[in-house]
């Protein structure tokens, strides 16, 4: 849609994880790539040296804005992830994850930014009573961080409405793969298990191990978000999942990963998270390519555990 000439492309918190990846993939195809990332979770050495890193706060308005002039894409990554931090200081979490969001959304009008890709999060369903997972079922968010990324979705959808800017959010099911962080109470089971087993240590599995989740492989959340940049069929708000379309409990996870396991105290979390991914087929033409095992076993192999 936008490919006729070298492209601008900003994406925030792309010291990350995911957002490391989304510049991999925009250097390769040849993008003029800005980096915006404080460096507070993100790590400079993941930053692709072709890019332009700007050691810059979202929550900074002044400082970012310049930074926008020009662009034509922006790819929104940055935030306080997880659970259990916007438990524990939902003020500070609201700061980035809801005014860093808006901060991003204004500066991008300003310059006239041809897109933005917004990436929400599936925690904004909270549990629901039926599977899988629609867009257009309510939102029931069970923490300060999934109503937070769900305020960010409905302010990318007002500024299509109010202020005619295209925007498109993408709601994730629980991210894997290359580079995908350990650390933290709430971290992502499978980054956790594989840094557990490389250590020799158990499993750390929630009661009663039962509770599933939907994964999707990093790689394949970065091609819906290019997917996401270009299709002609999105830029008015809409949230689409972007998921594995198959859920698997934590117990089979470790399962997969193989090695010993240790029950540890329960937290509040959904039950069962299950994308339906239909929304993504018809308007992106994207769905999931790797395979849940084989991406497993590529990640066993990268830590070294037979």
Not at 110 to 120: G, L, N, P
Not at 128 to 156: T, V
Not at 211 to 240: C, M, P
């Amino acid at each position: 849609m936008f490919r006729d000439l070298i492209m601008k492309s900003i994406v925030t918190g792309g010291a990350g994880f995911i957002g490391s990846h989304v510049v991999d993939a925009l250097v390769s195809r040849g993008d003029e790539v800005h980096v915006i990332d404080n460096l507070s979770a993100g790590k400079r050495e993941r930053v692709n040296p072709k890019a332009q890193l700007h050691e810059k706060d979202i929550r900074n308005f002044d400082e970012i804005a310049p930074i926008f002039v020009g662009a034509d894409l922006v790819f929104h990554l940055a935030a306080l992830p997880r659970v259990q931090p916007s438990i524990i200081d939902p003020r500070t979490t609201h700061d980035v994850n809801v005014t860093g969001a808006l901060n991003v959304l204004v500066a991008s009008r300003d310059s006239q930014v041809k897109r933005v890709v917004y990436s929400a999060s599936s925690s904004a369903y909270g549990d629901q009573d039926s599977m899988p997972l629609r867009e257009d079922m309510p939102a029931s968010p069970l923490s300060p961080y999934g109503l937070q990324k769900y305020i960010g979705e409905l302010q990318c959808r007002l500024f299509s409405v109010v202020y005619g800017m295209e925007t498109v959010s993408l709601r994730y099911f629980n991210v894997y793969g290359p580079g995908a962080a350990a650390d933290g109470a709430y971290s992502l089971v499978i980054g956790k298990f594989l840094d557990q087993r490389s250590k020799g240590e158990p499993m750390t599995v929630v009661p009663d191990g039962t509770q599933s989740r939907d994964f999707t492989h990093v790689r394949d959340v970065v091609r819906a978000n290019l997917l996401a940049a270009e299709s002609s069929k999105v830029g008015k708000g809409e949230v689409i999942n972007i998921g594995g379309g198959h859920d698997h409990s934590v117990l089979e996870v470790a399962a997969l990963i193989g090695g010993p396991t240790v029950f540890v105290e329960p937290r509040l979390e959904p039950k069962r998270t299950l994308a339906d991914i239909t929304k993504a087929k018809t308007l992106l033409g994207w769905e999931p390519t790797i395979d849940f095992k084989q991406g497993i076993e590529e990640l066993k192999k990268m830590h070294g555990i037979t």
